[in-house]
Every structure is written in structure tokens, then in C-alpha cells.
T-cell receptor
């Protein structure tokens, strides 16, 4: 069964550095998402992406964040000037269409800012 | 705006018994979707079951069923014949109610522990 893959599984970075989290969505999916889960808290929506542009973003997704689909398969989340509070699990998800079909999540990237 | 509430931070169930995890929601959109995800200790998010607001019947997927009570705005997850592997966090989620917004809003989760 096709799945969403995320790399790396764990990223440790010094505060102030830039990180790029990578995702390969399911191949026939058109909608892509990033979510964040701070340790012990609920999953929070960051951004959705469709047709090569951002379709929706939350208040969390400020100028520090950006997303890109550099080629036909990868979907990346870039975090600039990382802060301690950016430490979290970051999930990529993809969906086939805009209806109520489930979003399929990757296994996440655990980001630790030191 | 939409809101998801899970009032049970933790639940215990005896192996082979059934358990119900509560979820209530609030939305002004007549069309919406409700989802349940399982998060084991390893951290991944596993889709379990989906219920559409216009679905006439409660959703079922194997040992998972959804007790959907639209008038009460509740979408409780029922797990039958609990197994030790069911021990995990369970999140209820709702699709956004704004046109074109398909992001999910999650509840705070319920930690289920299955006792042998």
C-alpha cells in the first residue's frame, strides 16, 4: 500500500539554524499538508498546498516557514532561524482530493532545537 | 470556527472488552467530515475511520465503529474486542469548514491503555 514518507526521522539543530524537512506524498494525491505536534500536545495544522501554491495556512505558519514542491515528488518544509519552541514532531500528509477522503500521514520528523 | 473536544485524557479497558472514546464537535458548516487517528508510542499517525456528515449509517472498519449522533454533535469511536496493540493515543479530527480549506482540526486526544 502506498504511503507518505518523511526524512529525516529525527533532526537535531542548533538554535538559529535553518532546517529543511522532506516529504514524499502518495503519488496520485493532489493535496499536501504539514502539521506540527509539540510533545504531549495535540496536532496542529500549519499549511496546505495544492496546484503548486499554498491554499491555506494557520497563524503558526509565519514568515519563518516556507513550503516548496521542487519537483514532481518531493514536498518540503523549510524553517528559518529556528527557535527552541520549534522543537516538535512535524507530520506531512497528503490527500487524493478535496472531499472528505482521509489524509494519510507520514511517520513524522522529530525536530529538536538545541 | 470548528472545535473538537475529547474529554477523556485517559481510558483503561480490559483485553477483549469493548471501549468507547468520546468526541464532540462544533461547526457551522452543514457539510463536514470526522476522522479518527491512532498514534502509537512510536509516533506515527494511523487513519482509522471516517464519517461524513451526510452519511446515513454509522461508519465501521473492522473492530472500529463510529457512533455518530449528529443532533448531539458527537462522533464516538467504539473499539470492540480490545487487543494489547490498541494501547495508543487516539485523536478525533474534523475537516475545516471553510470553502477550499481541507485541513484537519484535532482534539487533544485520549490515551487508551489495554490491560491484559
Amino acid at each position: 500500500e502506498p504511503e507518505v514518507t518523511q526524512t529525516p526521522s529525527h533532526q537535531v539543530t542548533q538554535m538559529g539554524q535553518e532546517v529543511i524537512l522532506r516529504c514524499v506524498p502518495i503519488s496520485n494525491h493532489l493535496y499536501f499538508y504539514w502539521y506540527r505536534q509539540i510533545l504531549g500536545q495535540k496536532v496542529e495544522f500549519l499549511v496546505s498546498f495544492y496546484n503548486n501554491e499554498i491554499s491555506e495556512k494557520s497563524e503558526i505558519f509565519d514568515d519563518q516557514f516556507s513550503v516548496e514542491r521542487p519537483d514532481g515528488s518531493n514536498f518540503t518544509l523549510k524553517i528559518r532561524s529556528t527557535k527552541l519552541e520549534d522543537s516538535a514532531m512535524y507530520f506531512c500528509a497528503s490527500g487524493r482530493d478535496s472531499s472528505n477522503q482521509p489524509q494519510h500521514f507520514g511517520d513524522g520528523t522529530r525536530l529538536s532545537i538545541l | 470556527a470548528q472545535k473538537i473536544t475529547q474529554t477523556q485524557p485517559g481510558m483503561f479497558v480490559q483485553e477483549k472488552e469493548a471501549v468507547t472514546l468520546d468526541c464532540t464537535y462544533d461547526t457551522s458548516d452543514p457539510s463536514y467530515g470526522l476522522f479518527w487517528y491512532k498514534q502509537p508510542s512510536s509516533g506515527e499517525m494511523i487513519f482509522l475511520i471516517y464519517q461524513g456528515s451526510y452519511d446515513q449509517q454509522n461508519a465501521t472498519e473492522g473492530r472500529y465503529s463510529l457512533n455518530f449522533q449528529k443532533a448531539r454533535k458527537s462522533a464516538n469511536l467504539v473499539i470492540s474486542a480490545s487487543q494489547l496493540g490498541d494501547s495508543a493515543m487516539y485523536f478525533c479530527a474534523m475537516r475545516g469548514d471553510q470553502t477550499g480549506a481541507n485541513n484537519l482540526f484535532f482534539g487533544t486526544g485520549t490515551r487508551l491503555t489495554v490491560i491484559p
